[in-house]
């Protein structure tokens, strides 16, 4: 009787240390199933010389198979190269150092044949076996990268909006300081408002309509001016010298030309020639003002600043006629992707 009691007591003991196992099981089975990690047990494989050369996975989660968009069922028994084309050699290597040294990492790169960045922990789980936890990452690596790219613009904007300054400075001309005081106040608010455009909604560009309206305003007294062409967006890089062209002819049309007289008339109007880079094709042309007598004797500071910013910054020409009816200029820009970068151009 004692001898079946003990027998008895076992059999007891096991059940119950095999029932909560199964429990226990159970409880990380479905934590293993529910968890929002994906979670990878794997096996380093070494070549023939005992160098690692692969891994191959012997268990994934569900959160592994969403976050990979890999079926299980495709995955589990087989190698990473099989599973993963053209898999970087950073996977392995990372992980052979954890299985070898025993200290885990903690990473985050791309797999570049998913298309995805992963945040990962990876650690030794036995010997020549190791388990990685990770999470996708993609959003915020792609947020990062867009936050890079706009701080780089932004340097670049405002290096070539000082440049801007600087030459304005240097180089503009007055009798009398009250006068000095004016023109460059009048450029500075120029490039101020190009600004303001680019910042706004306009991150790739700024229409070119509410540009020339944004430039116009501040010099018409009850002038006619006629804007008429096809919406074009500017590129962020040639938005400035255009509006700084547009600014000196402007004050030019209201000291000498059609903006000086109340019956002033100005018309400008563009189109698009197609090509590689298509190109802005604008004419600019005034009516009503004083009649002119041709050419003006000498070469101004608004001349100049045409010169540097179509010219010189954006690869385009320039073309000025002074009929007596009033100034006439032709202005051809590319718009392509491969304008200079302005400080690199010269601020004009």
């Not at 050369?53 to 190269?81: C, H, K, M």
């Not at 070539?160 to 450029?187: C, F, H, I, K, W």
Request: aromatic letters at 6%.
């Amino acid at each position: 009787m004692q001898e079946v009691a003990e027998r008895t007591w076992d059999a007891v003991g096991r059940a119950r240390a095999e029932a909560a196992l199964r429990a226990s099981e159970a409880r990380w089975r479905g934590l293993f199933s529910r968890m929002q990690e994906g979670f990878a047990l794997c096996e380093l494989v070494r070549d023939a010389a005992g160098r690692p050369a692969d891994f191959r996975y012997l268990e994934v989660n569900a959160a592994w198979n969403r976050l990979t968009g890999l079926p299980a069922g495709q995955v589990i028994g087989r190698l990473a190269s099989e599973v993963i084309r053209d898999l970087e050699p950073f996977w392995i290597e990372t992980y052979a150092r954890v299985v070898e040294t025993g200290e885990p990492a903690h990473v985050e790169y791309r797999v570049a044949a998913l298309d995805r960045w992963f945040e990962v922990l990876a650690y030794r789980t036995e010997p020549g076996r190791f388990a990685a936890l990770f999470l996708d990452v993609t959003g915020r690596k792609r947020a990062e990268v867009r936050q890079a790219l706009l701080t780089r613009e932004v340097e670049h904007r405002a290096k070539n909006a000082l440049a801007v300054v600087q030459s304005v400075l240097r180089l503009t001309r007055a009798g009398d300081l009250p006068t000095y005081v004016r023109a460059v106040e009048g450029r500075v608010s120029a490039l101020a408002r190009a600004q303001t455009l680019l910042a706004g909604d306009h991150s790739e560009g700024a229409e070119l309509r509410t540009l020339l309206a944004g430039e116009l305003a501040p010099f018409l007294a009850g002038q006619r001016v006629e804007l008429d062409g096809p919406p074009v967006l500017l590129p962020a890089v040639a938005a400035q010298p255009v509006a700084m062209a547009v600014h000196e002819l402007a004050t030019n049309a209201v000291k000498h030309g059609a903006l000086s007289v109340p019956g002033g008339r100005l018309a400008v109007r563009w189109d698009l020639a197609e090509g590689r880079p298509a190109r802005l094709r604008l004419r600019w042309a005034e009516a009503g003002g004083p009649a002119l007598a041709g050419a003006p004797p000498r070469r101004g500071f608004g001349s100049r600043v045409l010169d540097g910013t179509v010219r010189g910054q954006l690869g385009g020409t320039v073309a000025l006629d002074w009929p007596a009816t009033g100034l006439v200029c032709r202005l051809d820009i590319p718009l392509g992707g491969d304008l200079p970068r302005p400080e690199a151009a010269g601020a004009g």
